[in-house]
């Protein structure tokens, strides 16, 4: 399939620069992947009704850090921007760099008088490994100085750090939040539990392949980046029994969506461990676990769009985009959501 094929007519103006408040007060698109049919909904709390205690929602968990630094270039003093992506190793981390033709292997680049990197290999999508060299903790002077990686459509600056996190955010390694998350409250959340609906959650930390472009024409031509995810045993056994029963299994973001396909074997059963994925998903993949899907609306030809025209099929997908832009929904990360369900 060409990458044009996912293509669709975003104004700029739809572009969410900043999140509603409350979280659940955006918008919701109902989107019924058998049919195409859509219906709309004015609050995403609203979810709760579309909800029965037959369904699981799976959660990521992954934390966003604030992993965007500034720093010079020792001898030069040039600034540079880096952006850490995966740790690969005692104190490195796999990392964008911009200006990166000007940090070569050797170049050490210095944060403050408590951190400083040098560049000691490059990888294969152009970013480099920096090994890191700190007095104290590292962790704790990453929360000092670093920024929240926002990402490049949004121009304005977010107030409040927690806004782009998650209210159940727990395991710290992302470089981007998992933005379908986003809508939920503790308040909706203690609600759908209250009313039999299954929590469960996986950690998926999101690394390069959200900031990526498709550079090729035949998207199976196109290489996902790696990114580390693990489902523990408590979590594989309960999805596992709830769809032995029946239950509907609905993902909360495409992240959870590539955690559960990359863990589940060929029969659909989900294996606890953890490792490294570079699944890539898009129509004519037979999805082994997820049923259901609440999602953000993605970039066009986006991987994540490629995604969800597995689930429903691009047509009923590029459809329903084509219907929230004419109703002026708010799109990407800060935006409104969809329900992809069954």
């Not at 944060?111 to 560049?119: A, S």
């Not at 000092?144 to 955010?169: C, F, N, S, W």
């Amino acid at each position: 399939m060409n990458v044009k094929d996912f293509d669709y007519n975003l104004p700029e103006e739809l572009i969410a620069q900043h999140p509603v408040e409350p979280r659940d007060t955006s918008r919701l698109l109902l989107l019924d992947k058998n049919t195409g049919v859509c219906e709309h909904k004015a609050h995403f709390y609203d979810i709760f009704d579309e909800l029965t205690a037959n369904d699981v929602l799976v959660f990521n968990d992954t934390k966003v850090i604030p992993a965007r630094l500034f720093g010079h270039r020792e001898g030069s003093g040039g600034k540079v921007e880096v952006l850490l992506l995966t740790p690969c190793g005692e104190n490195k981390w796999e990392c964008l760099v911009k200006p990166g033709k000007k940090c070569p292997i050797g170049q050490v680049i210095v944060f403050n008088e408590k951190l400083c990197g040098k560049v000691v290999d490059k990888t294969s999508f152009g970013g480099r490994i920096i090994e890191f060299t700190c007095e104290g903790i590292f962790d704790d002077i990453i929360q000092e100085i670093g920024e929240m990686p926002l990402p490049p459509y949004i121009h304005e600056t977010l107030a409040d750090k927690d806004r782009y996190q998650t209210v159940y955010a727990r395991e710290k390694g992302s470089a981007a939040a998992p933005t379908a998350g986003l809508h939920f409250t503790l308040e909706l959340l203690e609600k759908l539990k209250a009313k039999g609906v299954t929590l469960a959650f996986v950690t998926l930390h999101v690394g390069l392949g959200t900031f990526r472009p498709v550079y090729v024409d035949n998207i199976e031509d196109h290489e996902m980046h790696s990114e580390f995810y693990v489902v523990n045993q408590e979590t594989a056994d309960l999805i596992n029994k709830a769809k032995a029963a029946g239950k509907r299994i609905i993902a909360v973001g495409t992240t959870s969506v590539r955690t559960l396909e990359s863990a589940a074997d060929e029969k659909g059963i989900l294996q606890a461990g953890h490792n490294w994925t570079q699944i890539f998903i898009y129509p004519g993949y037979t999805y082994k676990l997820v049923d259901s899907l609440i999602t953000n609306f993605h970039l066009p030809q986006s991987t994540l769009l490629m995604l969800i025209s597995a689930l429903a099929s691009r047509e009923y997908c590029l459809a329903a985009y084509e219907e929230a832009v004419a109703k002026k929904y708010r799109f990407f990360s800060f935006g409104d959501a969809m329900f992809i369900h069954s």
